[in-house]
Structure formats: structure tokens, C-alpha cells
């Protein structure tokens, strides 16, 4: 990946942390997000890996389709 593509890349996931809400809801504790963040990491690595990606994924549309 080119380094402006990178660039554009990383500025877009943090757009989705601020835009679910979380920077304003841990007061932009950075050591907060990364635990969560790490936290989501282990629950993709267990056994319900699918139950929780369809959760989520179906979260982040309904997300998406709001204006907040």
C-alpha cells in the first residue's frame, strides 16, 4: 500500500472510532480505546467468532444508516 493510500486508509478507521461514539464516551483515553479495541481482537480469536461478526456487522449498518 502506497504511503498516501496508507495515510487515507488510517485517517478513515479513525473517523469510525469517533463516529461510533467512542472517543467522546472514554473522553479521548486513548489507553481505554486500544483496551477495547484489543478486547474485540480476542473475541474474533475465540470459538463464536461468527455469532460476533454478525452482530457487529449488522450494529455497523444500522450505524452507518444513521446521521449521529
Known sequence: ???RERT?????LGGL???AGVV???DDDR???IGMLTEAA???RSED???VL???RRRGKRAFGSDD
Open 42 to 44: 480476542a473475541r474474533l
Open 49 to 51: 467468532r461468527e455469532a
Open 17 to 19: 472510532v469517533v463516529k
Open 24 to 26: 467522546k464516551l472514554v
Open 1 to 3: 500500500m502506497k504511503r
Open 54 to 56: 454478525t452482530l457487529w
Open 31 to 33: 489507553a481505554v480505546i
Open 8 to 12: 487515507r486508509h488510517l485517517i478513515e
